[in-house]
């Protein structure tokens, strides 16, 4: 979710405005659907540990138009599965699918139990579901807890004082004592309508759910069970931070948020091999705790993964330090739909290819799960001349088709990227030295090798523009060392079995190397560059 106040979309507007005055007296009975959902667990067929495996967000708008209406929908997702297989991705992250009434990021929902119609159907979705398990990859969603559209049925039958749904939002009449103390990235959250004082962490056009109503949590429950019955493989949970504010003082990251979290967590990981993975931007660390969400995405860790890129040996530091206290429930990344998290990572190294594999093969190498945002694996840059985060929204270049990318055959809903013209899938998928064909390869370590997929962290160093660590698992040791730098580094990896050996992985033909009896081995690394070896005893 982004954390600013964004313009409200042209069509939610009318729409936001049509409901106000039409008001909440034309909604009688059960505004929407909110029967109870018994679970039906049918098990899972992914591999274990699926989710140690890299990730790709995708935003369906964005991704491939299989009708050619200008926007992307789920048969275009199913569509192009092979290319995701092809790539190594084992999982989907998909931004919000469900009903919403702005038209675009999806985060305004109006049906939690159904699909946005331009995307398709529920009948699409299952086939996409069974068609990405045939392939070996799970799918997680986004679920936009903390709040609503203000156009969702609920929350119009909520603005009459005597509904039933008047207490499933957080109505206050008179305002409260301290309304004037709130301030919530520089806006104060309680708004002023006809309908009484209205609390709205996002905006009035998202209003907050009522999470201290019991039957707010119940309804929530069963829409997570709804889609995990039909076969989706967790969630990507949104703000989770916000569910419960206290006060003034008190709004962020309270004790009964974190409670709410645990206890969704536990909904959900109740059933087989499901994964959960929180957006909580000030306390990820906390977050990710297994106790708590059990993932959480590494906010700030991809600044300085960038910074390392370039060769800022601060920023080096600080990359082989994370994981020494930050666990391997971390979800990392380079860049998301969020412009808080940073422009596309083209645009952040301004096209060094060489800088840009860096930091690639860093958090994809690191613990963690990694988080592929889509068209990242071909560079992708952002579109200029649009505002916020639409920017990092543009339509996937599958092609050097001028104006449509190979997107849709009609006109996208947006313009396609910049560079499109050479940053495109066909293209990359050609070269044997292009950004696609580097992902594959670290992909396709981390999918080979258990140490890279899920070994501990050890034994990290940092040589000034230098870095490296050691992953090991049961079976296996991996060591990566990486030279940020634009000039030849030697450095000398310690902490290694005595008199084995160090065969190169990546890469190949990069030679062997053999460690002295107090366990030390001297690298030559050339500028720029990543090496992966598999210790040999």
Not at 135 to 145: A, F, H
Not at 198 to 206: D, K
Not at 407 to 418: E, H, N, Q, S, V
Request: proline share 7%; charged share 20%; with cysteine.
């Amino acid at each position: 979710m982004r954390h600013h106040f964004p313009k409200l979309h042209p069509r939610l507007a009318t729409i936001t405005l049509l409901a106000a005055l039409l008001g909440a007296q034309v909604f009688a009975g059960t505004p929407a659907d909110t029967s109870s959902v018994k679970k039906m667990d049918h098990g899972s067929k992914l591999a274990k540990g699926w989710q140690n495996g890299a990730f790709m967000e995708i935003f369906v708008r964005a991704w491939r138009d299989s009708d050619g209406d200008g926007i992307g929908d789920l048969r275009g997702l199913t569509q192009s599965l092979d290319y995701l297989k092809e790539l190594g991705i084992k999982g989907i992250w998909l931004m919000p699918i469900t009903g919403n009434d702005d038209g675009d990021h999806g985060y305004a929902t109006t049906d939690f139990r159904g699909i946005a119609p331009e995307y398709g159907t529920l009948a699409d979705f299952d086939e996409m579901i069974r068609e990405a398990h045939k392939r070996g990859i799970g799918v997680i969603m986004d679920y936009v807890i903390n709040h609503s559209a203000a156009t969702h049925p609920l929350f119009l039958a909520s603005k009459d004082p005597a509904s039933p749904y008047r207490d499933w939002y957080i109505w206050r009449d008179p305002p409260p004592a301290d309304r004037d103390q709130w301030d919530i990235w520089g806006k104060n959250p309680w708004y002023a309508t006809p309908n009484g004082t209205l609390f709205a962490t996002f905006g009035p056009h998202m209003p907050d759910f009522n999470f201290r109503n019991p039957a707010v949590r119940k309804f929530h429950e069963d829409s997570l069970r709804f889609w995990l019955n039909r076969g989706l493989d967790g969630y990507r949970l949104d703000a989770v931070p916000h569910l419960v504010e206290n006060n003034a003082k008190d709004w962020n990251d309270q004790p009964e948020s974190r409670q709410i979290t645990r206890d969704l967590r536990k909904l959900i990981t109740s059933y087989a091999k499901r994964y959960v993975v929180c957006e909580a931007t000030a306390k990820p660390v906390d977050y990710a705790a297994r106790d708590l969400c059990g993932g959480a995405f590494a906010f700030g860790h991809q600044e300085n993964i960038v910074k390392a890129a370039k060769g800022d040996a601060t920023a080096v530091k600080a990359v082989a330090d994370y994981f020494t206290t930050a666990p391997a429930t971390m979800a990392t990344m380079v860049s998301n739909h969020d412009i808080f998290a940073g422009r596309r990572l083209w645009d952040q190294v301004e096209g060094n290819v060489a800088q840009y594999k860096l930091a690639a093969a860093t958090y994809l190498l690191q613990p963690g799960t990694p988080f592929i945002y889509y068209g990242e694996e071909i560079g992708m840059a952002g579109v200029p001349g649009l505002e916020g985060d639409l920017p990092l929204r543009a339509p996937m270049s599958w092609t050097d088709e001028p104006g449509k990318a190979g997107f849709t055959t009609g006109t996208p809903f947006r313009p396609i990227a910049p560079n499109a013209a050479s940053q495109n899938a066909a293209a990359e998928r050609a070269k044997p030295d292009s950004i696609f064909a580097f992902y594959k390869t670290m992909l396709t370590l981390r999918n080979s090798y258990a140490s890279l997929a899920n070994g501990s962290y050890k034994h990290p160093w940092a040589n000034d523009t230098a870095m490296g660590f050691q992953r090991i698992s049961r079976k296996e040791t991996s060591v990566v060392a990486i030279n940020y730098g634009i000039v030849p580094i030697d450095v000398t990896v310690t902490a290694l079995p005595e008199r084995a050996t160090l065969r190169a992985a990546y890469p190949k033909g990069a030679g062997d190397f053999a460690v002295s009896v107090s366990g030390n081995v001297m690298l030559s690394l050339p500028p720029q560059s990543v090496r992966v070896f598999v210790v040999k005893r």
